[in-house]
C-alpha cells in the first residue's frame, strides 16, 4: 500500500541521492538516534519500535490532531499529549522509572496514581467532573482521557463551534485537576472540588472570551510573509488575459482516500472548467500539491499562457516560491509543478484563506463521494449556485 501511494511525477528527473531515516531526506543526527534505537528494538523483539511505540501506535491520529487543533492553552495542549506518552510525573510513571516514591494517589490514598486514575476513576476527579458545569457523570468502566477524546465527534454537538468550546472546558478541567494534585504534593494543602471548579471555569471563561474577541494577550501572533504570500480579503477577478486557478484537496481523518478538486476562471469571472477528481494519499500537503499539479496540467493542455494559481494551504506555497524543504513523497509532485510553471509566459502562486476558496473546496469534497475524474458542465446547477453565491462579494476589474 505504501508503495502504490508514491505519486510518480509526469516528466522525467534526475534521482538523487537522500537520507531515507527523515521524512524529509535531509540527514540529521536526531533522524539517525531514531533509527538506531528502532534498529535496536527490532533486534531485540523482532519488530521495529521505539520507547513509547504501544502509545504511539494505539493512539489514532484524529486525536493527535484533536488535541493539537484544539482552542486552549498551549501548555495545556502539550500536558495532553504528555498525558498520552506517559510523560507527566503521577505515581504510577515514576515508579515505573525506577524513583522510589509512594505511587499511591495522593488525594484518595488508596489507588496507583496512573494519569486515569488521577483524572477520572479517583473520586475526587468525579466530583468535580459532575459539578462543573459539563455535568459529567464519569463511568465505571475503565475511564480514561484516550476514550473521551476516541469518542469525541460522536457526542450531539449544536454546532462545530460548540463543540470547540465544551473540549477547551474539558482541558482547563484536567489541567487544574492536576494543578489541585501538585498543590497538595508540594504544600501539602489541598483544594476541595468547588475550588478546583471554580479556578478552572473562570481561567476557561477569561481565555475563551478573549480568544474569541481577537483582543488581549492572547491573540494568535500574525506572521508577517512576503508580499507574494499575502492573503486576499475576498476572490478578485484576475487582470485582463490572465486565468485563475483555485485549487484545493480534502481528506477525511484516518483515511487514504482523499479528492481534489480545481476551477478556472477568466478576468470576467467566467468559469472556464471545474474539476472533481478522486485520490489516494498519506497526508494532505501531497493532496493540496496534486491539485495545484491538476490545474496546471489542464492549463497546459489549454495552451493558456497567463494564469495565477491560488491555494489556501500556505505550506505549500511557500514550497513553491521559497524553495522551502518539502517531504520525499511530495518531490515528484513539486519537480512536475514547478516543471509547467516553466512553460507559460507568465505564472505565480497565491496564498488565500480558506474562505476564498470555498468553490475549489466544495469541488474537493464532491470528489470524496466520485468513483472518477468529473469534468462538470458549466450549466450544473449545483456550480452555477456556488459560483452565483461567490459573485455577490468578489469584485472584477472594469472594462
Known amino acids: 500500500m505504501a508503495i502504490r501511494q508514491i505519486k510518480l511525477p509526469l516528466f522525467p528527473c534526475l534521482d538523487k541521492q537522500v537520507w531515507g531515516a527523515a521524512s524529509k531526506g535531509i540527514f540529521s543526527t536526531k533522524s539517525t538516534y531514531h533509527l538506531l534505537l528502532n534498529l535496536r528494538d527490532y533486534l531485540a523483539t523482532g519488530h521495529a519500535s521505539s520507547s513509547n511505540r504501544h502509545k504511539w501506535e494505539d493512539v489514532p491520529t ?3 490532531k484533536r488535541i493539537w487543533h484544539s482552542t486552549t492553552l498551549p501548555k495545556i495542549k502539550n500536558f495532553l499529549w504528555r498525558i498520552y506518552v506517559d510523560g507527566i510525573a503521577c505515581g504510577d510513571n515514576l515508579a515505573r522509572r525506577n524513583i522510589s516514591i509512594d505511587p499511591g494517589c495522593c488525594l484518595c490514598g488508596y489507588n ?5 486514575h488521577l483524572l477520572f476513576e479517583c473520586p475526587f476527579p468525579r466530583a468535580v467532573w459532575f459539578g462543573s458545569n459539563l455535568s459529567f457523570l464519569v463511568s465505571n468502566i475503565q475511564p480514561s482521557l484516550a476514550g473521551l477524546l476516541t469518542g469525541w465527534d460522536k457526542f450531539p454537538f449544536p454546532s462545530k463551534d460548540r463543540g470547540k468550546e465544551v473540549l477547551c472546558l474539558v482541558s482547563f478541567v484536567c489541567w487544574h485537576i492536576w494543578l489541585a494534585r501538585n498543590h497538595i504534593t508540594f504544600t501539602g494543602i489541598g483544594w476541595s472540588p468547588e475550588e478546583v471548579i471554580s479556578r478552572a471555569q473562570s481561567a476557561f471563561q ?14 494568535p501572533v500574525t ?11 475576498g476572490w478578485q477577478c484576475p487582470p485582463t488575459d490572465y486565468i485563475k486557478i483555485n485549487c484545493d484537496a480534502a481528506l477525511p481523518l484516518d483515511s487514504t482516500a482523499g479528492g481534489l478538486g480545481f476551477i ?18 498519506s497526508n494532505a500537503l501531497l493532496g493540496e500539491a496534486l491539485a495545484v499539479r491538476a490545474g496546471l496540467y489542464w492549463a497546459n493542455q489549454a495552451n493558456i499562457p497567463l494564469f495565477i494559481v491560488e491555494s489556501d494551504c500556505s505550506n505549500l506555497i511557500s514550497i513553491l516560491i521559497g524553495g522551502n524543504s518539502h517531504p520525499l513523497d511530495l518531490d515528484g509532485v513539486i519537480h512536475d509543478i514547478l516543471r509547467l510553471a516553466e512553460s ?9 484563506s480558506r474562505d476564498v476558496n470555498v468553490i475549489a473546496h466544495h469541488l474537493a469534497r464532491k470528489a470524496l463521494s466520485a468513483t ?22 468578489f469584485a472584477c476589474p472594469l472594462e
Open 344 to 352: 507559460f509566459s507568465s505564472c505565480s502562486f497565491v496564498n488565500i
Open 264 to 281: 478556472a476562471r477568466d478576468h470576467n469571472g467566467s468559469t472556464l472548467t471545474a474539476c472533481s477528481e478522486p485520490i489516494f494519499i
Open 112 to 116: 496507583l496514581e496512573t494519569c486515569d
Open 62 to 64: 484524529s486525536v493527535w
Open 206 to 219: 477569561e481565555f475563551w472570551d478573549i480568544s474569541t474577541t481577537g483582543k488581549g494577550p492572547t491573540e
Open 223 to 233: 506572521q508577517h510573509l512576503p508580499s507574494t504570500l499575502e492573503i486576499a480579503e
Open 372 to 393: 472518477s475524474r468529473t469534468i462538470w458542465p458549466l450549466s450544473n446547477p449545483w456550480l452555477l449556485n456556488l459560483c452565483n453565491q461567490e459573485s455577490l462579494s
